[in-house]
């Protein structure tokens, strides 16, 4: 069904920063486009992000926009170590 098929793995943080990047994106991930599916799954200490869509274009928007926020709050947990 999907074309295109896009996955962020997160892994070398904090236990506490991969636990804030989850929490930020989750509900985002509920509300995809309805041409878009977005699955996040945290275990082991990583985050696996995973972005389906079936035109390449919806799929770099919502890259783009999940990407920006993962690296606030990685600049954030950064500046405030």
Do not use: H, Q
């Not at 896009?6 to 892994?11: G, S």
């Not at 990047?21 to 985050?47: G, H, M, Q």
């Amino acid at each position: 069904m999907y074309n295109y098929e896009l996955e962020l793995l997160i892994d070398c943080y904090s236990e506490k920063t991969l636990k804030a990047i989850y929490n930020a994106i989750k509900p985002d991930t509920l509300d995809a486009p309805k041409n878009c599916s977005v699955d996040i799954l945290l275990r082991e200490k990583k985050i696996s992000l995973t972005i389906r869509c079936i035109e390449i274009n919806d799929l770099r928007a919502l890259f783009n926009s999940y990407f920006s926020i993962i690296s606030s709050l990685i600049r954030v947990e950064e500046v405030m170590k």
